[in-house]
């Protein structure tokens, strides 16, 4: 990994078209201001991997309990 | 073309039925091929890969069972999926089935956003938001 030390305001260029600033410096915590083209997309790293387990978990579901999702929905929405 | 499937069996499907996912989903990237196939009988809406038999996620229209759903997409979403009207957008959301059934969830987080005229589809992870990656298709059972 590239490790680089930066100030408050200063800057790091990746590539032709992405900027990281560090705006603010407060405690342990640090505001980053990010320009990037429109096609790349931006997460914080632990919601990105959220998403991620999610979807694997997601992706494990069975036909037989579909069936039985459907019925028990059912019964839900008429009451 | 005929596609093996998880829950359909073998399905023809046109090239125009096929969605792109430019970047596939977040844990499967190299997945980029859709289809969209109801599952007769269920309120479900299978998104199932083209080159992964084995890979179908369950989705549900969301505003059903979930009225008060809203998210804005971002100038960056409307671009990527090259959305020119609201008309043209589908949004469903991917559910986990859970055993009990009861905990089954909705990831309201992250829902999967098509261009239904241009074919293009995306998961979208909104930021900001007050929504999770689980929110329970039972809500009073919460309770129990």
């Given at each position: 990994m590239l490790v680089l030390t930066r100030k408050l305001k200063e800057a790091i260029q990746i590539g032709d078209d992405i900027e990281i600033t560090v705006l603010a410096i407060q405690g342990d915590q640090v505001k980053l201001g990010i320009n990037a083209p429109r096609h790349i997309d931006i997460h914080r790293k632990e919601v990105y991997l959220a998403i991620q387990a999610e979807n694997s978990a997601a992706a494990e579901a069975h036909e037989a309990s579909l069936a039985e999702l459907t019925a028990k929905l059912k019964q839900w929405k008429q009451r | 073309m005929n596609i093996d499937t998880k829950y359909h069996g073998t399905v023809a499907v046109k090239d125009e039925d096929i969605i792109r996912f430019?970047?596939?989903l977040p844990g499967f990237a190299d997945e980029k091929r859709f289809v969209l196939l109801p599952l007769a009988d269920t309120p479900f809406v299978i998104l199932q890969s083209v080159k992964t038999p084995a890979l179908g996620f369950v989705l549900i229209e969301p505003f059903s069972y979930f009225p008060a759903y809203e998210f804005e997409l971002d100038e960056a979403m409307v671009e990527q999926l090259d959305i020119?009207?609201?008309?043209?957008v589908a949004v469903y959301v991917i559910l986990t089935v859970a055993?009990?059934?009861?905990n089954t969830t909705a990831n309201l987080q992250a829902p999967v956003v098509i261009n239904a005229r241009k074919r293009i589809g995306k998961q979208v992870i909104l930021s900001?938001?007050?929504?999770?990656?689980k929110h329970r298709l039972f809500p009073e059972k919460a309770a129990t």
């Open positions: - | 430019p970047h596939g020119e009207s609201e008309r043209d055993d009990p059934f009861d900001n938001t007050p929504y999770k990656t």
